[in-house]
């Protein structure tokens, strides 16, 4: 084992966690809090949720509902320190420090912003290009030497790899270069569009929240897209299914899976069955999320403590950093 291994990742604060934020980061996040206690780091990201359009009124929810999901899920404040990145304000002192030194081609060739700045013709800001900057602000503050992320984010941590580099030889060596941690089943799609990855701003009927009612759940899987299941191959939509089978079910995917190659699924079947146990599944994270909702105090607290704990590294790398580059 690695002894001197530093995990960060961040999640954007933008309402509860669905399926894919569960099985592509939260989950490789909780087993590394116990593969690595004391080492691990977790932010939720409100600086990055403002580049998209946002109200206001809500940041402060969606904050307490992420941490909700984040401590519901596993996370253990006694292993790893869980934190709000707009209250350790090195963050954004650090990205600016970075910044002067991104090529801007090299954010302009980011599949997330090309994809956001299509979506949001009327909302491309600064910040949106900037934004991988701010992310490897937030990673190499921590000295992070692993990043668990789902796949989608792999081009940011290249980015974040590049900066450090440059940085550690214009400058003298500050940063580790971070290795992205991926989980499998890692991309887990849309249950109405399974060419795109399930996201929080589709239609709410296209993805499942973890503390999602077992009812609803039935209810989304129903409608959710297949293909005709006779020629012996997946479609997207059932192998997206599949793949969430095998973490709640792993018997039965091995079942499901060999019925397809025989050209004999049914997806009404397989719609059940992994309804059903989804809403076993996470019968316990609904449990332990509704205990904490009823006791916020006692989440927010939790918070402070994380951020004092972010606050002590944070600042001295900032300072150190600041320092090789010639500030007084
Ligand atoms: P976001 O909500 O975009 O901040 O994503 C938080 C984390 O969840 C990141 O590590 C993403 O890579 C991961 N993630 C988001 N959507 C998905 C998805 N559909 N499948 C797998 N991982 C995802
Ligand atoms: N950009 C990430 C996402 O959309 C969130 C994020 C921000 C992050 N800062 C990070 C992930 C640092 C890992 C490490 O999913």
């Not at 302009?108 to 949001?120: A, F, G, S, V």
């Not at 973490?247 to 309804?275: C, N, W």
Request: proline share 5%.
């Amino acid at each position: 084992m690695n002894r001197d291994a530093r995990i960060l990742s961040g999640i954007q604060p933008t309402g509860k966690l669905h399926l894919g934020n569960y099985l592509g980061a939260l989950k490789n996040w909780v087993a590394l809090q116990d593969e690595f206690p004391h080492a691990c780091y977790y932010c939720i990201v409100d600086l990055h949720a403002i580049t998209a359009p946002y109200d206001p009124k809500e940041l402060k929810t969606n904050v307490f509902d992420t941490a909700l999901d984040f401590l519901a899920a596993g996370l253990d404040p006694d292993k790893a320190a869980i934190f709000i990145q707009s209250q350790v304000s090195e963050h954004s002192e650090l990205a600016w420090l970075l910044n002067t030194i991104t090529p801007i081609g090299m954010l302009e060739r980011m599949t997330q912003y090309k994809d956001k700045k299509k979506k949001h013709v009327d909302h491309i800001n600064a910040g949106l290009l900037n934004y991988p900057v701010l992310m490897a602000a937030d990673i190499l503050l921590y000295k992070a030497t692993m990043v668990p992320v789902g796949d989608d984010q792999v081009q940011h941590l290249e980015l974040t790899r590049e900066i450090a580099r440059k940085f550690n030889h214009s400058f003298g060596d500050v940063f580790p270069e971070p290795e992205p941690r991926l989980t499998r089943g890692a991309r887990i799609m849309s249950l109405l569009a399974p060419d795109n990855k399930m996201s929080k701003s589709d239609t709410e009927k296209s993805y499942i929240t973890l503390d999602e009612d077992p009812e609803r759940i039935k209810n989304k899987l129903k409608k959710a897209v297949t293909d005709a299941g006779t020629s012996g191959e997946l479609g997207p939509g059932a192998k997206n299914l599949l793949t969430i089978m095998e973490v709640v079910d792993p018997d039965a995917a091995d079942r499901f899976a060999k019925d397809a190659t025989e050209g004999q699924i049914r997806y009404s079947d397989l719609k059940m069955h992994l309804a059903d146990k989804l809403g076993e599944y996470f019968a316990p994270f609904r449990e332990r999320r509704r205990e904490l909702a009823a006791r916020p105090d006692t989440v927010w607290e939790l918070l402070l403590d994380g951020t004092q704990q972010a606050r002590r590294i944070a600042s001295a790398t900032f300072k150190e950093a600041k320092e090789k580059m010639g500030f007084i």
